[in-house]
Structures are given as C-alpha cells and as structure tokens.
C-alpha cells in the first residue's frame, strides 16, 4: 500500500513540475526587422592594452551597416567607443577628408560599461572616404575641447576596407519574407 502511495505522490509532483518547468513554454519568435554587420576595430590612439584592441574597447573605431526588411533601406554608422575615464558629456565626431571636415550627424549615446558614440555616414561621406588620397583624421568632441586622432596610412586603408565590405554585405541583403 505504501509502495503504491509513494508511487502516486511520485507521479503528481512529475507531472506538477514538468507542468511549471520554464523549458516547455512556448515563446514566439520575433520578426526579423533588421540585419546588422559590424566590421572589426580600429585603434587610432595607443592605450595600455594597445594589442588586445577589440570590438567595444574603449579609444577603438568600428563600421556598422544595418539593413532595415521592412522598408529597404541601408544605413551606415561609424562607432567610436569612449575612454573609461572621459567623463564630459560628449558632442560628436568628425571626420578630416583631404583637408575638409565632415561632421557627423550623432545618432545615439550608448552608456554601458563603455561609452559608445554613433554616427551615420552619408553617401557623400562614404563617397569622400572612398576617393581620399591622404589618411583620415578622426575628430572626437566633448562639452570641453576636441581631440584629434591621425590615423597611420594603415589604419586608413584598414577603415576603408572595412567600410567597403560592410557595405558588399548590407548590399547584398536580399527582402526577406515574414510571414504573420
């Protein structure tokens, strides 16, 4: 009698907790709104842990292009990622194309462990990175000064390659269907 009793409470708390278990909830899948590429990080100042510049460490540039599925359309950033210790409400940047300026229309402050700062680049701006003859120099403003970075030859060609891919990829995004 015992056995059977056991055997019973033994049943109902299984069937209890598979009942309440999280993993057989059912969660819908969101819509796919948008594709994002993001290229790798270029490090236009020197830092203590200059040779682990990664993607989100601070002083480090990155590419991102995003292709939004609902409308078409394709769009380009420049990220910067801020030093820890800057801590003045940042502005915007811009960039120094063959001895103009191209200012940079800020899209969002992300405050994070990090700072990151975006940027949208224009088609004129992918245009003049492009065709440029000289390296880039790169312009980071705060409430209280500017700071410029130069970028080496190596750099600028590494930043422009990986514009370039980001943007054969965004490109080559085809519309995909959702289906509702």
């Known amino acids: 009698m015992s056995k059977n009793l ?13 009942y309440n278990c999280n993993s057989l909830q059912v969660i819908p899948e969101p819509n796919l709104d948008q594709v994002t590429v993001k290229s790798e990080t270029v490090c236009p100042e020197f830092t203590w842990y200059w040779p682990f510049c990664t993607k989100g460490k601070a ?32 502005v915007g940047l811009s960039l120094n194309l063959d001895g103009t300026y191209y200012n940079l229309k800020k899209v969002s402050t992300d ?8 940027s949208e680049l224009t088609p004129e701006v ?8 000289s390296s880039y120099t790169f312009s980071y403003s705060n409430r ?37």
């Open 111 to 118: 405050y994070t462990d990090i700072v990151k700062l975006e």
């Open 59 to 90: 002083k480090s540039l990155m590419i991102k292009g995003v292709y939004n599925n609902s409308t078409g359309e394709k769009k380009y950033f420049l990220d910067y990622h801020l030093d820890m210790l800057d801590t003045d409400l940042p």
């Open 6 to 18: 056991f055997l019973q409470i033994l049943f109902c708390g299984s069937l209890f907790f598979l």
């Open 144 to 180: 209280k000064d500017t700071l410029n970075f130069a970028l080496s030859s190596g750099d600028t060609r590494d930043l422009r390659n990986q514009l370039n891919e980001v943007i054969k990829k965004i490109t080559a995004q085809e519309k995909l269907r959702i289906v509702k």
């Open 126 to 133: 992918i245009s003049k990175m492009n065709s440029a003859k």
